[in-house]
């Protein structure tokens, strides 16, 4: 069982930036790919970022060049940093773990004013 809590989340102007993270429970973090998904309200979750155990990244192509995701194996966390956050950026993220199984967090809401 992987517990994942989300956090970093909050309100923010257009242009302006956040860094989420994602602390992760367990002892085999290394081994699980991550990933960043948000969901827009009345909208599918959808895949933002992902990054392999073997730290091989992937981007929506909306968030290329605007994001980055990376993960310190170290403390057990991903991270996901967004630079110039528009208001479409607008959603709750949420953290997935995946080793056979797929672990979600709670969620975390941002949201971008204009």
């Known amino acids: 069982q992987v517990q994942l809590v989300e956090s970093g989340g909050g309100l923010v102007q257009a242009g302006g930036s956040l860094r989420l993270s994602c602390a992760a429970s367990g002892s085999r973090f290394s081994y699980f790919n991550m990933g960043w998904y948000r969901q827009a309200p009345g909208k599918q979750r959808d895949l933002v970022a992902l990054i392999t155990s073997g730290g091989s990244t992937n981007y929506a192509d909306s968030v290329k060049g605007r994001f980055t995701i990376s993960r310190d194996n170290a403390k057990n966390t991903v991270y996901l940093q967004m630079n110039s956050l528009k208001p479409e950026d607008t959603a709750v993220y949420y953290c997935?773990?995946?080793?056979?199984?797929?672990?979600w967090g709670q969620g975390t809401q941002v949201t971008v004013s204009p």
């Open positions: 997935k773990a995946t080793l056979g199984y797929d672990y």
